[in-house]
Every structure is written in structure tokens, then in C-alpha cells.
């Protein structure tokens, strides 16, 4: 298995550690969130972007900081749109 260096990681990578840590189950996580199991399945295998209303909602979810997930959703979308820029 490959690792990630962190300034790598994904807005998918931290939501499936983060759920990992806590050991849940997609499904759980999808119930927490008010999302589907597929959407979050989705989100971890960096499927489809998010948005920040979404980082926010989840954020809120999972008591942390919304910039956090901000600058990740941010991050993922700069990347996929193939620009050489990094959110700070």
C-alpha cells in the first residue's frame, strides 16, 4: 500500500480515516451526516466533489472545524480542474 504524503490527502482520504477512527460503518456515517451510504462511498473514493455547503453541513455533523474540510473540498476541486495552485 502506497502512502500519501499529507499534503496529498483528500477530502475523500480524511472522511474514510475520520470514519475508520471512529470505527463506523459507511451506514452510519451516511445516517450522521443525513446523506446516503452511496454518497459517502462516493465522497471516500473521490468519486465527486463537494461542495461547501456540504463541508459545511458535515463539518457541523462531526463537531470540527469547517475550514478544515474547506480547504480540502478546495483543494480536491483546484487539483481537478488540472491548476498548480495550493489553498493555504
Do not use: H
Request: net charge negative; aromatic share 4%.
Amino acid at each position: 500500500m502506497t502512502t500519501k504524503r499529507n499534503e496529498d490527502l483528500t477530502f475523500g482520504d480524511f472522511i474514510k480515516s475520520y470514519r475508520l477512527g471512529e470505527e463506523m460503518t459507511q451506514q452510519q456515517l451516511a445516517d450522521v451526516l443525513g446523506i446516503s451510504k452511496q454518497r459517502v462511498c462516493d465522497i471516500e473514493k473521490n468519486r465527486s466533489s463537494v461542495s461547501l455547503n456540504l463541508c459545511q453541513q458535515i463539518a457541523e455533523s462531526l463537531e470540527l472545524p469547517p475550514e478544515w474540510l474547506a480547504k480540502l473540498a478546495l483543494q480536491d476541486q483546484i487539483n481537478n480542474a488540472g491548476l498548480s495552485l495550493k489553498v493555504s
